[in-house]
């Protein structure tokens, strides 16, 4: 076989794998195998530069050259639907449809995804452009991010494909990587994302494309535009679509009668809390297209479909205070403390606020009656305020604060940032206590000392960062109150355990902002040692997978500071791990490589966190959630029984803990 011909034919084999994979959920081979040919094509695309391709399946991991998005007009306007939230404005619509037409006619009823909207055209079966609805008229043109959707295609499967396609959907980020993402935020201080639509929003409208490509966006699609459409249906030329190589929901539902809607409603307002994206009501359309162009559209919202929106649970309580909390990092978060109110569930007492836009937005008074709901059903929020409840004796109005309420510093807000900042990172006392605090976490060195004690240790000055927990003395811990000799004895025997803790560990315990486990541990193999990291330019730092600009200026900022170095020079005169041990620098040739794997349940011989550091160093991959990918689980006593019954439906292999043992020790 030519080399032409065996880069395009491994670029159609991918390119299937692909589809296989993002859209049906039903892969054919393995994370390994897909690897291993993906890895042959980029050494072959090296090698023979002529044969160049952007729509290559190699292309798909984004650059960074874009630099601001075009407005782009739409060939055909991006109307929003008309909202609802009763079934009596259903029946009207169904009923103003029927007097309208005077004709039989069908709803395709379908899932209201809760994401960004996007519309995608083809030409000659090519993807050529990504636009944004914008203001229905005109868009931004982000066709590069959108480019780096796994479940979007690049190229449409088969043929009779009209010359020019365009096809309009969703941009979900899925629940699994929308709690990813507020873990590592949480973790670093960062605002969370209220829910995973605006982190979709956030996120497509990245200017650099990578960084959109490791965020692990998903697309659902759900219309199609075109002169030459293979059906006068919108469900025939959906089903058409999905052989296309569009990822279709099928969930949709085509139905007859009033009756036939409202079933298929119904069971969606609780079947939903089951899908692995957000949604947030149904979309009812007009199945004939000439009955859609018959019945015309307004102004603002075509007369032929209509949105059911599901109701957010919300409840009212009353604003009783305000308090702002400093982080480790120096971050302000305000926090509403509520009269306890029972949401979805669980009772609710406090509130993030997020930053100031949000509190000037709400116009707050101390006292208000405000109404809270969940964001995405997980975060508590407050929505609104109950300004008519307001009486004479309006409580006070609630403004950021221009001052740390700790060390009295004025705050700072980096621009490009909505949150202020303690910028007194030497001396205010909770920046300090949180490095701490953070440095000693079951996560991070494992040592065995809670916020109290840490409060403690400062307030007698015994600690004022990470290296002086190694210097302390059984006789400074007894000068204490409620320390005892066993007690004192048990917390130097933990520190000294935190000298075996590894080197990945001890990275991310140092508290570098942006730098959670997951960065610590990419840069940790980058570049294998403290010393080398710390020489690191902001060049190397970005050459390293899913490290952008703003990691990589943070790292160079912490090592450029020199009570930092000081600081880790004495971590590790101390004896901390300072390199990556030699197993580990191995792992990209471990039996696990290219493994996907869940663990859930509780283990005899190793704890979870154990397992987890086996797996990454016979180079494998940790996963929180069972989906298509998983290669299999490693199961012990008490697996979760939702963890269960994904496996079975999805054919997933359960090891239990001898079986993997056994496997990484032939």
């Given at each position: 076989m030519e080399i032409k011909d065996e880069i395009e034919a491994l670029r159609a084999e991918l390119d299937r794998?692909?589809?296989?994979?993002?859209?049906?959920?039903?892969?054919?081979i393995s994370d390994r195998e897909f690897d291993e040919k993906m890895k042959h094509l980029q050494d072959l695309e090296r090698a023979y530069p002529q044969y160049a391709d952007p729509d290559s399946p190699t292309q798909r991991v984004g650059s960074d050259l874009s630099k601001e998005f075009q407005q782009v007009a739409h060939k055909y306007p991006m109307l929003s639907l008309g909202n609802t939230y009763s079934e009596d404005d259903v029946r009207d619509f169904y009923e103003r449809v029927a007097r309208s037409l005077d004709e039989p006619f069908?709803?395709?009823?379908?899932?209201?995804?809760?994401g960004t909207s996007i519309s995608v055209i083809y030409e000659h079966g090519k993807l050529v452009r990504a636009v944004t609805r914008g203001d229905g008229m005109k868009g931004d043109d982000v066709t590069a991010n959108v480019r780096t959707i796994r479940s979007v295609p690049l190229?449409?499967?088969?043929?009779?494909?009209?010359?020019?396609?365009?096809v309009r959907g969703e941009i979900l980020l899925p629940w699994a990587e929308f709690d990813r993402l507020n873990a590592e935020r949480e973790e670093q201080e960062e605002p969370l994302f209220a829910n995973p639509r605006n982190a979709a929003s956030g996120t497509l409208k990245q200017q650099n494309p990578a960084v959109v490509a490791a965020r692990k966006l998903d697309a659902y699609f759900y219309y199609v535009l075109g002169d030459h459409l293979p059906s006068g249906t919108h469900w025939d030329n959906l089903q058409q679509a999905r052989r296309w190589g569009f990822k279709i929901s099928n969930a949709m539902r085509l139905c007859r009668s009033i009756d036939e809607v409202f079933d298929y409603i119904n069971h969606w307002d609780t079947g939903r809390?089951?899908?692995?994206?957000?949604?947030?009501?149904?979309?009812?359309?007009?199945?004939s297209l000439s009955q859609q162009q018959k019945l015309g559209a307004t102004a603002k919202n075509p007369r032929w479909a209509i949105a059911y929106k599901f109701q957010a649970e919300q409840a009212e309580t009353r604003l009783n205070s305000v308090s702002f909390q400093v982080g480790r990092t120096g971050a302000v978060t305000?926090?509403?403390n509520l009269e306890p109110v029972l949401l979805a569930?669980?009772?609710?007492?406090?509130?993030?606020?997020?930053?100031?836009?949000?509190?000037?937005?709400?116009?707050?008074?101390?006292?208000?009656?405000?109404?809270?709901?969940?964001?995405?059903?997980?975060?508590?929020?407050i929505v609104g305020v109950d300004k008519k409840a307001r009486g004479m004796m309006m409580g006070d109005e609630v403004r950021f604060i221009k001052k740390c309420p700790v060390c009295g510093t004025p705050l700072v807000r980096i621009e490009g940032e909505a949150a202020?900042?303690?910028?007194?990172?030497t001396s205010c006392p909770p920046q300090i206590k949180g490095r701490i605090e953070h440095f000693v976490t079951r996560r991070a060195m494992n040592i065995n000392m809670g916020p109290e004690t840490v409060e403690d240790l400062y307030e007698a000055r015994l600690v004022t960062n990470a290296a002086d927990l190694y210097e302390l003395k059984i006789s400074d811990l007894m000068h204490l109150e409620r320390w005892a000799e066993k007690s004192a004895r048990n917390l130097m025997e933990s520190i000294r355990n935190s000298k075996n803790v590894p080197f990945v560990r001890v990275l991310y315990a140092l508290g570098i902002r942006y730098v959670g486990e997951t960065v610590a541990r990419r840069l940790a193999v980058a570049f294998r040692s403290m010393e080398k990291l710390r020489e690191a330019t902001v060049a190397d730092l970005l050459s390293v997978d899913d490290i952008g600009e703003r990691i990589a200026e943070s790292v160079r900022d912490y090592f450029s500071d020199e009570r930092n170095i000081e600081l880790v020079n004495r971590l590790k005169a101390h004896g901390l791990q300072m390199e990556l041990p030699e197993e580990d620098r191995k792992q990209e040739d471990g039996k696990l490589k290219g493994l996907t794997i869940v663990i859930s349940g509780t283990f005899a011989k190793h704890s979870r966190d154990e397992y987890k550091a086996i797996i990454e160093r016979n180079g494998g991959k940790n996963s929180s959630s069972v989906s298509g990918k998983t290669d299999f689980i490693l199961a012990g006593d008490n697996m979760g029984p939702a963890k269960l019954e994904k496996a079975a439906k999805l054919g997933v292999k359960i090891m239990n803990e001898d079986e993997f043992l056994k496997m990484l020790e032939a």
């Open positions: 794998h692909n589809y296989n994979y993002y859209v049906l959920s039903a892969p054919t069908e709803i395709v009823a379908e899932l209201k995804f809760d190229r449409l499967i088969g043929d009779g494909y009209p010359e020019e396609l365009e809390k089951n899908l692995p994206v957000a949604t947030d009501g149904i979309v009812l359309k007009v199945n305000p926090v509403a569930g669980t009772v609710v007492k406090r509130a993030s606020l997020h930053n100031a836009d949000i509190i000037k937005g709400l116009d707050l008074h101390i006292g208000d009656m405000v109404y809270v709901e969940k964001g995405g059903e997980i975060i508590p929020k202020y900042y303690c910028p007194n990172d």
